[in-house]
């Protein structure tokens, strides 16, 4: 099926003229406003904090005022219960006609024919792939395939979050202090040492699929991969990604705070607010949380953003976030478009991201917003430019779920391991990834 959507779609561009310029005449997408009204379903994910189910619903009241003959049905679908009801909808063909996909998930889905790919003329519509952040456009299609089957629009961009008063005590410049390697470790060793009763970083090694969102940045600072560029195969085997993983376990084993060490990731922020830990790693969300109360132990006396560090290979940051899927079996694929096309635009995107504190997708909607006027986001528009997003093949959800379940003997360690007890994990971890990647049909989606 999903081989005939794409061959028809080539078909209707050729038989309707030029879909992406040129003299012939253009493809009519969308839903036209003398077509009859229809409601189209919604499936969302919680990705914007408390503010988010009232602004999904001010968006579809705004599309509706756009588009009077489409109404929108938003259906609010927890992040635990997602994978199993898309599969189990796109499998039956009951499913919503527009869907929230978490970035890795594209790949499994498009890998089996789930969804609707978008045409030439579509891409076009929207503004074309550079209307875009570059990393996100990665996440839009199977890799190696043509075909987009998923449109951008939601971006997870992380940066350190650290306590200013820690840094003064200890004699710290923000500017030099996390730049690089070297300097992030020796700053951590600095504040360790002034002996304030703060532990040097906040950390939660509980959520270990937040982990590796940590760790990625640095393996590809230090020259290494997750996988090749075919993503055919693991590459945590290499040198590369033993010395960034092993630092990466230095540092949370010699700095991290007991108690945060037992959390997952999403009740870091808070325990960070609450002053436990000098620096953290977090998303652009908790600026939103943190400028809105303020008045907690954690960031009373000052708080500041900081890129991640520089490695030998440059400075990396790790993009996530969320894209929009129209399935193979919509009903109104055109009005689907047509709610995809909102959504992904300049002023939606301006609303709805900027207001849950999350990132838009699309570069311009950026401009004149917090985004780019509070200092607090200055760190976050730096790594969006360094930021790089996790191969869509077709297995990540399996090949995550090795990482996760093999890497969580570096953080439960009672110490730092040494370079080759990392190195012995790490090939390991390898070996399970490339039996997953072996088997050309493995999703993770309805196993």
């Known amino acids: 099926m999903f081989r005939v959507l794409a061959v028809a779609a080539v078909t209707a561009l050729a038989m309707s003229g030029c879909a992406g310029g040129g003299d012939g005449a253009k493809e009519t997408v969308g839903y036209a406003a003398d077509q009859p009204p229809v409601t189209i379903d919604f499936w969302y994910m919680p990705s914007g904090g408390p503010l988010q189910e009232k602004a999904v619903?001010?968006?579809?009241?705004?599309?509706?005022?756009?588009?009077?003959?489409?109404?929108?049905?938003?259906?609010?679908?927890?992040?635990?219960?997602?994978?199993?009801?898309?599969?189990?909808?796109?499998?039956s063909g009951e499913g919503p006609d527009v869907t929230q996909l978490g970035t890795t998930w594209v790949g499994g889905f498009s890998r089996l024919g789930a969804l609707r790919p978008y045409t030439a003329a579509e891409i076009d519509a929207v503004g074309g792939q550079t209307a875009f952040t570059a990393a996100s456009w990665s996440?839009?299609?199977l890799i190696g395939s043509p075909d987009t089957t998923a449109m951008p629009w939601l971006v997870d961009v992380r940066a350190l979050f650290y306590r200013t008063d820690v840094l003064?005590?200890?004699?710290?410049?923000?500017?030099?202090?996390?730049?690089?390697w070297?300097?992030?470790?020796?700053?951590?060793?600095?504040?360790?040492?002034?002996?304030?009763?703060?532990?040097?970083?906040?950390?939660?090694?509980?959520?270990?699929?937040?982990?590796?969102?940590?760790?990625?940045p640095f393996v590809w600072s230090a020259g290494g991969d997750l996988l090749d560029t075919a993503g055919t195969a693991s590459r945590l085997s290499e040198p590369a990604a033993v010395d960034a993983v092993h630092y990466y376990q230095r540092l949370v084993a010699r700095f991290n705070?007991?108690?945060?060490?037992?959390?997952?990731?999403?009740?870091?922020?808070?325990a960070f607010a609450a002053g436990r830990g000098a620096v953290t790693i977090d998303n652009s969300q908790s600026v939103g949380d943190f400028l809105a109360d303020p008045d907690r132990p954690g960031l009373r006396a000052g708080w500041g953003t900081a890129p991640l560090p520089a490695g030998k290979a440059g400075r990396f940051g790790f993009l996530g976030g969320s894209n929009l899927a129209i399935l193979k079996d919509?009903?109104?694929p055109g009005a689907a478009f047509e709610w995809v096309r909102f959504l992904t635009g300049k002023q939606s995107q301006q609303r709805y991201a900027v207001s849950t504190g999350l990132w838009p997708a699309r570069s311009e909607a950026v401009a004149g917003t917090r985004l780019?006027?509070?200092?607090?986001?200055?760190?976050f528009r730096e790594m969006i430019g360094h930021g790089r997003m996790y191969?869509?093949?077709?297995?990540?959800?399996?090949?995550?779920?090795?990482?996760?379940?093999?890497?969580?003997?570096?953080?439960?360690?009672?110490?730092?391991?040494?370079?080759?007890?990392?190195?012995?994990?790490?090939?390991?971890?390898?070996?399970?990834?490339?039996e997953t990647l072996a088997d050309p049909g493995r999703t993770g989606i309805g196993e």
């Open 257 to 270: 705070d007991p108690q945060v060490a037992k959390m997952i990731n999403n009740d870091v922020p808070a």
């Open 372 to 379: 780019e006027t509070e200092p607090a986001y200055a760190a």
């Open 139 to 141: 996440s839009s299609h």
């Open 168 to 180: 003064k005590a200890a004699g710290l410049d923000a500017a030099t202090a996390f730049a690089t």
């Open 182 to 216: 070297e300097s992030l470790e020796a700053a951590l060793q600095r504040i360790q040492a002034t002996g304030g009763g703060v532990a040097p970083l906040a950390i939660g090694n509980e959520n270990t699929f937040g982990i590796i969102h940590n760790v990625a």
């Open 391 to 434: 191969p869509s093949v077709a297995a990540w959800i399996v090949v995550e779920s090795v990482i996760a379940k093999d890497f969580a003997e570096l953080w439960h360690a009672p110490g730092e391991l040494t370079r080759d007890q990392v190195r012995s994990i790490l090939a390991k971890t390898s070996a399970d990834i490339d």
């Open 330 to 332: 919509a009903k109104h």
């Open 57 to 91: 619903a001010e968006e579809a009241k705004e599309f509706h005022a756009a588009h009077p003959n489409i109404t929108v049905n938003p259906v609010r679908i927890v992040w635990e219960d997602a994978l199993t009801r898309l599969s189990t909808a796109s499998a």
